[in-house]
């Protein structure tokens, strides 16, 4: 990409983000939506503080030219987010291609067609970034199972299992025996 | 998933329902139904566990069946049941009538900010039960009808009762921004009262109390069991101080009487702040006892109905009496300083055959326990350390850096606020709050209280938790926070699995669990570890 159509894509960086934030945001009913569209406390907001601050971070790694890694922490942030909330996998990473049309619209058509090279040239970096996103949303994934394991190893759940953890504690002591 | 085509790209590849748990988007709330699946419900009660609380309709059921086999007239069953209660609780038909819905609370609760479910909003959480009040209680509701905000008590109605009133966790939180001061927690209580009616309850709720009802602890751990496990431990404390405790059981005559939730002699991290108790009491050389009938401090009979709670808080005052005791102290529990603050004395008392609490060892008199007869271990132990009557080393904690989490039901039920934070000053050698928005009354539940600490809502609590998990991954950052320090067993056992997921470097300590570890005891030998054997600084090696 060159340095032009990356200056085009700064210029326009404000108005790029706030149509992304939408595109996760707006996923959210109209009065959970204003909320997290508008609070900026980010104690107050958590979630629209995660996605405001992951797609930036994803935004500047995509708009520069150079190799930098995806994984970047508050982008972690937001794949850990999206990788609890009820949503199917496909859904959970979708919202890093949709990044393409914001940008068309934003940018428009004449520069499109100016700088077709380097538009060809981003398409390929936000198709790897989701692969790489896609490989951040399964880490969650999988760090869940072992959060999710963990609980089930630590025997909370005894309190439920309807036997009698007296009768079971006689058993593994003369298991030991 | 469908390929689009290419006038569809722009749109999104993924098509998916909105976020509102579970449900179909872009309707008016009172028209957009739940839908119950997997992993957004706890799983029904067990139709033995319902015959053992002698609760109406036990039956095999799933909330993702269509028919819930509810009793035949069902709807009566409801209605009656909230005009008893109307009549009963003042305070319901009070916050049932004033919310002018300002809105103030709509963004205050973790639910909410977590899952950005609009029915979360405590306004609206209440609203599901204000609307059918309305409906068949108030004259503008009898003869308007939606137009008044009613509506008639359906099976749609009913499930989301159980939706949102299991989304939840009582907290409080609401009820700190309210201008009028509505209890959104009683609400709840009473929408959970409500369902169990006519059989439609959690199991992860009622098979402890079940336990606690038999045995005398959510565990339903035996007298042996529990007296055998606290040995262990005091084989561990051996193993690190050198002492040798015995604790002391059903002893009749002892001064105090000290009950704390069964998890913290059974399951980690629990254990180690037991531990921190033993030490405490025999540094100090309390006169006290445990018991192993009132073996439990949490009380789920909060999280089902008022008569529930009130039978299993009763056995408090029940074992105090039998062994004579003089004043109860606590141990660190969240909810049951809940019901011991606000249910208590009006339940099971007045405790006029104890006395009002005072320190053996400091001679103060706890005034603020005058009538419950009930002392928190952190107020007890805070007035030690004013007294200087414990000999401590913090450097001995001074692996940990400490976050304070202020669990609800202690810092808003009881105003347990100062008496922590003064004894982490003493106990450690340096500790960082967290953003003032998220701690002291304003403090974020941990997302999986009153009874939801259950593992098939996993990703639920992940979220239900986050605003908490948030503000402690700040202070992971800016301070190196490496601790998590609170006084609530339900906290220390969901706040582990919250941090594991968004801050895994964090780990959950009791705040006793620390002043066990600063402890400098009378013959003992040098430490090495802490309380969980991981080595002190200096003695990595």
Avoid at chain 2, 45 to 62: C, G, L, T
Avoid at chain 2, 169 to 186: L, N
Avoid at chain 2, 317 to 342: D, F, N, P, S, T
Avoid at chain 2, 420 to 439: A, F, G, Q, S
Wanted: with cysteine; charged share 25%.
């Amino acid at each position: 990409m060159g340095n032009e159509f990356e200056n085009l894509l700064n210029e326009k960086k404000k108005e790029i983000l706030s149509a992304w934030e939408d595109t996760i945001l707006g996923k959210f009913e109209k009065d959970a939506f204003i909320i997290f569209k508008q609070q900026k406390d980010q104690f107050a907001n958590p979630i629209g503080h995660k996605v405001r601050t992951g797609l930036e971070e994803l935004f500047n790694v995509l708009s520069e030219s150079s190799n930098r890694e995806v994984r970047t922490p508050n982008l972690e942030e937001l794949i850990k987010l999206r990788a609890v909330q009820d949503i199917s996998a496909s859904n959970a990473v979708s919202f890093v291609f949709q990044l393409k049309d914001i940008v068309r619209k934003e940018l428009q058509i004449k520069d499109m067609t100016n700088y077709y090279k380097d538009w060809l040239a981003f398409e390929a970096r936000i198709d790897a970034a989701a692969l790489a996103v896609f490989d951040m949303y399964m880490a969650s994934r999988e760090q869940l199972h072992k959060v999710r394991y963990t609980e089930l190893q630590a025997g909370r759940d005894i309190i439920t299992k309807g036997g009698c953890p007296s009768a079971l504690m006689r058993q593994e002591q003369n298991k030991k025996a | 998933m469908a390929i689009p085509k290419a006038e569809e790209l722009g749109v999104n590849v993924a098509r998916e329902p909105s976020l509102m748990t579970g449900a179909i988007p872009k309707k008016e709330w009172m028209d957009n139904p739940v839908e119950f699946k997997e992993g957004n419900f706890c799983y029904p009660a067990k139709q033995s566990i319902v015959e053992y609380h002698k609760f109406p309709n036990p039956r095999e059921w799933s909330p993702t069946d269509d028919d819930w086999k509810l009793p035949d007239g069902w709807e009566d069953i409801i209605l009656n049941g909230l005009k008893e209660r109307l009549d009963k609780f003042r305070s319901l038909k009070v916050f049932m009538d004033i919310c002018v819905r300002c809105g103030a609370c709509a963004d205050k609760c973790h639910f909410f900010l977590g899952t950005g479910d609009p029915k979360n909003m405590p306004v609206l959480r209440a609203e599901l039960l204000r609307s059918v009040y309305r409906n068949d209680f108030t004259t503008a509701g009898k003869l308007l009808g939606k137009l008044a905000g009613g509506r008639p008590m359906t099976v749609a109605v009913l499930k989301e009762w159980f939706m949102y009133s299991y989304q939840c966790t009582e907290c409080r939180r609401c009820s700190v921004f309210c201008p009028y001061g509505i209890d959104t927690a009683e609400v709840t209580i009473i929408l959970r009262e409500l369902l169990h009616l006519v059989g439609v309850g959690t199991n992860w709720i009622l098979e402890p109390a079940a336990n606690s009802n038999r045995t005398g602890n959510h565990m339903g751990l035996q007298p042996h069991t529990l007296k055998d496990n606290a040995g262990y431990l005091m084989d561990d404390i051996e193993d690190i101080t050198g002492i040798r405790i015995n604790p002391s059981w059903n002893r009749k005559g002892a001064e105090v009487l000290f009950i704390t939730p069964s998890a913290d002699v059974f399951a980690e991290p629990g254990i180690y702040t037991f531990m921190g108790y033993m030490l405490l009491f025999e540094h100090i050389g309390l006169d006290y006892t445990l018991s192993t009938y009132a073996s439990e401090g949490g009380n789920f009979g909060l999280f089902t109905n008022n008569e529930l709670m009130k039978k299993l808080n009763a056995k408090m005052y029940a074992e105090a009496k039998r062994l004579g005791v003089k004043w109860i102290l606590g141990g660190e529990c969240g909810h049951m300083w809940r019901v011991l603050h606000q249910y208590m004395d009006t339940m099971n008392g007045p405790a006029d055959f104890l006395e009002v609490p005072k320190s053996p060892i400091t001679n103060t008199v706890f005034e603020n326990a005058a009538s419950t007869k009930m002392v928190h271990i952190s107020e007890f132990t805070a007035d030690l350390i004013k007294n200087n009557k414990l000999k401590l080393d913090p450097m001995r904690n001074a692996h940990r850096t400490p976050t304070w989490h202020d669990s609800c039901n202690p810092a808003r039920a009881m105003g347990l606020l100062d008496e922590p934070r003064y004894i982490l000053d003493h106990v450690v050698p340096k500790w960082y709050e967290m953003p003032e928005n998220t701690i002291r009354e304003k403090t974020f539940c941990c997302g999986s209280g009153t009874g939801l600490n259950t593992g098939e809502i996993m990703e639920l609590r992940m979220r239900s938790g986050l605003p908490r998990a948030n503000a402690v991954k700040h202070v992971e950052e800016k301070f190196g926070v490496n601790t998590l320090s609170c006084v609530c067993a339900i906290d220390r056992a969901t706040l582990t699995a919250l941090v594991d997921y968004w801050t895994p470097n964090v780990s959950v300590t009791g705040l006793s669990e620390l002043v066990g570890n600063a402890l400098i005891m009378d013959g003992e030998k040098e430490r090495e570890t802490d309380l969980r054997f991981a080595p002190l600084e200096g003695m990595e090696g």
